[in-house]
Antibody
Framework: EVQLVESGGGLVKPGGSLRLSCAAS????????MNWVRQAPGKGLEWVSS????????YYADSVKGRFTISRDNAKNSLYLQMNSLRAEDTAVYYC??????WGQGTLVTVSS | QTVVTQEPSLTVSPGGTVTLTCASS?????????PNWFQQKPGQAPRALIY???NKHSWTPARFSGSLLGGKAALTLSGVQPEDEAEYYC?????????FGGGTKLTVL
């Protein structure tokens, strides 16, 4: 059974940093591109970032470029999102996803003073 | 900035048929955009329904189908059930980045 479990969310002050993790199981993690998608409270889905299976190709939404860094450790079946210079508008549930099929349940990030 | 547009809301009667569409600000949507469709109910994570225009996952009910229609991606629900009331999102691929549509709130009434 494919499972994606996010962790690392929480309350952080504007300008602060947070690192999200996603533990994958039930599939050959190293064979798949992975993504982070977020959803602000009461709003729609926003694609944040993607990383190819070998980390050769990385893409970011303009809204997070230069502040967020996606990475993965195939040996640990884990995906990460390092978030720096956080803003109030980054407040959202962050989902780890293969996008086209399997999604995690999300972790809430709240940016507030 | 690329914008993907969906109908904000639609209403359908139980047993009826409804089509949701997904347009790109860059022009006609083709199979090269690998259109995906997702369903999201309140308090739940999104659930994938359709990938690469018209392919269904093993868990996708048969009443859901995807296609290209008049330069847009389309999701058609035939024989709508009350449990289909939800928010529906399309997702398009732009050669690296992905972009979600704003979502369609489907009401079954």
């Amino acid at each position: 059974e494919v499972q994606l479990v996010e962790s690392g969310g929480g309350l952080v002050k504007p300008g602060g940093s947070l690192r999200l993790s996603c533990a994958a199981s039930g599939f050959t993690f190293s064979s798949y591109s992975m993504n982070w998608v977020r959803q602000a409270p009461g709003k729609g889905l926003e694609w944040v970032s993607s990383i190819s299976s070998s980390s050769s190709y990385i893409y970011y939404a303009d809204s997070v470029k230069g502040r967020f860094t996606i990475s993965r450790d195939n040996a640990k079946n884990s995906l990460y999102l390092q978030m720096n210079s956080l803003r109030a508008e980054d407040t959202a549930v962050y989902y780890c996803a293969r996008v086209v099929d399997y999604w995690g349940q999300g972790t809430l990030v709240t940016v507030s003073s | 900035q690329t914008v993907v547009t969906q109908e904000p809301s639609l209403t359908v009667s139980p047993g009826g048929t409804v089509t949701l569409t997904c347009a790109s600000s860059t022009g006609a949507v083709t199979s090269g955009y690998y259109p995906n469709w997702f369903q999201q109910k309140p308090g739940q994570a999104p659930r994938a329904l359709i990938y690469s225009t018209s392919n269904k996952h093993s868990w996708t009910p048969a009443r859901f189908s995807g296609s290209l229609l008049g330069g847009k991606a389309a999701l058609t629900l035939s024989g709508v059930q009350p449990e289909d009331e939800a928010e529906y999102y399309c997702l398009l691929y732009y050669g690296g980045p992905w972009v979600f549509g704003g979502g369609t709130k489907l009401t079954v009434l």
